[in-house]
């Protein structure tokens, strides 16, 4: 796991208020944020620890944490 891979997972785990340790890249987002409108908070929060900007687009395919730390990674 690179830099950016751990930075990206550490802010996501304060997010979830989830050790970052936990966050293995296969687990689905869906199991660890069960409304819609909380995994949109925890991807603005995201976007402002890591002083980035992702777009709709972006994210049209991210299911699994993994996918998420990769397009987060492609930003910073």
């Known amino acids: 796991m690179s830099g950016d891979d751990t930075k990206i997972k550490q802010a ?3 997010s979830l208020k989830r050790s970052s340790k936990e966050l ?3 687990i689905l987002l869906n199991d660890l944020v069960a409304e819609s ?3 949109i ?3 603005i929060n ?3 620890e890591l002083n980035i900007r992702l777009v ?3 994210l049209r395919d991210v299911k699994t944490v993994g996918d998420l730390v990769q397009v987060c990674a492609k930003r910073l």
Do not use: N, W
């Open 37 to 39: 409108f909380a995994l």
């Open 46 to 48: 995201l976007q402002e």
């Open 24 to 26: 293995e890249d296969d």
């Open 12 to 14: 996501l785990g304060q």
């Open 41 to 43: 908070e925890t991807v």
């Open 56 to 58: 709709q687009e972006d």
